[in-house]
């Protein structure tokens, strides 16, 4: 069993994932209340059976600096929703290439704001160039996420009771 726990704080906010084994110790120490379970997974013990949590809380406020996001190929992939930046059709996880907006060879860094996802067709007719040399337009300007809402994948694919303490952010536009 392979399941994960969403972590919030003390207000509600959501703060990352952690192992259903973390979220049952922090249980057990009290310092997290469980809010939501899985319904179909279950933990066994020699005395008694309990559900795997889906979702805890903090019970006290805990100060913790948001970390940035980290540049990765993964969450460039999930920041640009799979799709080229250049011709908007979706590309395959192990068939897509990053971009540099500004080339390199022109002094172009890699960094959130100019790297985006593009299919090879689009990558080839670009070459080099900068989207205006190349007279192509990209679809929406990089940006560096604020936060994990705007990162990770995990999001995509996220348990049903996730949903209600993700959605007062406003990120779950497409149900």
């Known amino acids: 069993m392979d399941a994960q726990t969403l972590v919030l704080d003390a ?5 990352g994932t ?8 922090l249980w057990v120490q009290e310092k997290v209340e469980i809010l939501e379970e899985y319904e179909d997974m279950w933990i066994r013990s020699a005395k008694q059976t309990f559900k795997v949590p889906s979702v805890v809380r903090f019970v006290k406020n805990i100060f913790k600096k948001m970390r940035k996001v980290k540049f990765s190929r993964e969450n460039v992939f999930t920041r640009d929703k799979g799709l080229c930046q250049y011709c908007k059709i979706s590309v395959a996880r192990d068939e897509f290439t990053l971009d540099h907006v500004k080339p390199r060879a022109q002094g172009g860094l890699t960094t959130w ?9 689009c990558n080839r007719h670009k070459a080099n160039r900068t989207p ?14 604020k936060n994990l809402y705007q990162a ?12 209600d303490y993700l959605y007062w952010h406003g990120e779950l536009a497409s149900d």
Not at 11 to 15: D, F, K, P, S, V
Not at 18 to 25: E, G, K
Not at 113 to 121: A, S
Request: charged share 15%; proline share 6%.
């Open 132 to 145: 205006q040399q190349a007279a192509m337009k990209l679809k929406t300007e990089p940006v560096r996420p």
């Open 152 to 163: 990770f994948s995990w999001l995509q694919h996220m348990p049903a009771s996730w949903r």
């Open 113 to 121: 704001e100019n790297v985006v996802v593009c299919c090879v067709d």
């Open 18 to 25: 952690i192992s259903w084994q973390r979220a049952m110790t």
């Open 11 to 15: 207000g509600y906010q959501a703060l």
